[in-house]
């Protein structure tokens, strides 16, 4: 081996030597246990990292789904304006008009007026806060999870018959299709004894799962001319609810948007409701990420004290090979590939079991949630009905380029002290 100072890096033999000493028993100088230690560790840490940006993903998603699917991406409404009586009020006179006027506006798909206010919803002894949305028929038919919800009872086609509501209103009056709820409002009429409030009855014909426990929970939709005939509004409304292409980048719109609204025009994005929750998401997924790969960094670490116990275990083996003529590169590559090799497979077998973790998330949960006896999920403080769950390439391969270089570059170290091992010291005693 004279000639090994003109061997190219990673040769043969160093694979060879490599592969010897990572599988060898703890009787014959190796670190079995110890490699498998390192190897479980690492695949653990790269499971857990990337179940848990998969988890954020899937959250985040599904949150903004939500939002996009049920909700105005701009709401359109007008400043407050003193009437001849000085009462003051923001409804908005000509709403057909202005609606027709934002359908005009470059990447605006719907424009819809709305009657919009928050009574009180009724059934045998049963009360609820609701928030009640006058629309017509044919703008309702243009909103994604009220038209095609996740689950859903009756027939919207019926709109203009009765009321629909959200399944976690009926599940709160303990209504179902066919049963009639009163709507109650305190701003009524005024009489010589005082305000008297506003009672309706209506059938409910349709009972939607937009996804959203706080939707599902206090919003219902009446016919528009119902509602304005109960609100007492009638042929104006309240505000305009606007989708536009590309919600994601709905301030591109806005200038339009506000042109087209006229000069008493204001608007509320959705990242005006939801933005705060969104920066919240942003900020804690910059954590789980940081907090990921202090674990992972953890499990490499047990790949330093595997190589500081091989380099031990095989002193008498590298004096030899030294002796041979194997260089410090030699030796070194040797070392780095033992401790690359347990890093890059436990990398690999972390990706897969998170992988597949993710995929089966839905049965998996299940399976907790029923040895836990239900209830692990609530609804009402996270505002979705299911833990949901994205396989993202970008987080996947984010995932392994952590692992893969801390496990290299920790690699190094014991490597390197392997690689600097005076032969002669080594061999003093043999």
């Not at 490699?35 to 993903?57: K, N, P, Q």
């Not at 014909?205 to 304005?228: H, N, S």
């Amino acid at each position: 081996m004279s000639n090994s100072g003109s061997t190219p890096p990673f040769s043969r033999f160093e694979w060879m030597i490599a592969w010897r000493y990572v599988r060898a028993k703890r009787a014959e100088g190796g670190v079995s246990v110890m490699t498998w230690i390192s190897l479980i560790g690492i695949t653990l840490a790269v499971f857990a990292l990337v179940a848990t940006m998969s988890i954020r993903a899937g959250f985040r998603t599904d949150f903004v789904d939500t939002i996009l699917g049920a909700n105005a991406h701009v709401t359109v409404y007008q400043t407050l304006v003193a009437d001849d009586r000085g009462n003051v009020s923001r409804v908005i006179e000509n709403p057909d008009d202005m609606a027709a006027a934002l359908r005009a506006v470059d990447g605006v798909t719907r424009a819809a007026p709305l009657v919009r206010s928050q009574v009180m919803a009724n059934h045998a002894s049963a009360n609820a806060g609701v928030e009640v949305y006058g629309i017509s028929y044919d703008d309702l038919m243009t909103i994604p999870r009220i038209v095609e919800p996740e689950e859903s009872l009756g027939d919207i086609t019926q709109f203009e018959n009765g009321i629909a509501i959200g399944s976690g209103v009926a599940r709160e009056l303990g209504v179902t299709l066919g049963d009639k709820i009163k709507i109650i409002s305190p701003n009524g009429t005024r009489t010589a004894f005082g305000t008297s409030p506003r009672v309706s009855a209506y059938d409910v014909v349709y009972i939607f799962t937009a996804g959203r426990y706080d939707i599902d929970r206090t919003r219902v939709y009446l016919p528009m001319a119902e509602a304005q005939l109960f609100f007492d509004k009638d042929g104006v409304a309240d505000e305009i609810e606007v989708m536009v292409e590309d919600p994601e980048a709905v301030d591109d719109y806005l200038r339009d948007i506000l042109l087209a609204a006229g000069d008493r025009g204001l608007v509320w994005t959705w990242r005006d409701s939801a933005g705060s929750f969104l920066r919240a998401l942003t900020v804690e997924d910059n954590v789980m990420f940081v907090l990921m790969s202090i674990l992972v960094l953890i499990a490499s670490m047990n790949i330093i004290s595997g190589l500081i116990m091989l380099v031990k275990n095989k002193g008498r083996d590298i004096g030899i090979l030294r002796t041979m003529g194997l260089t410090e590169g030699s030796v070194l590559r040797v070392f780095f590939i033992c401790g690359a090799s347990i890093g890059t497979a436990g990398t690999i077998l972390g990706v897969i079991v998170g992988c597949l973790f993710v995929i089966y998330i839905d049965p998996i949960f299940s399976l907790i949630n029923y040895f836990s006896g239900g209830g692990v999920w609530d609804p009402s403080i996270r505002g979705i009905y299911h833990l949901p769950a994205e396989l993202n390439l970008k987080n996947v391969l984010a995932s392994m380029a952590l692992s893969l270089g801390l496990s290299w570059t920790i690699t190094l170290l014991p490597a390197r002290r392997a690689a600097r091992m005076n032969p002669v010291e080594a061999l003093r005693y043999e």
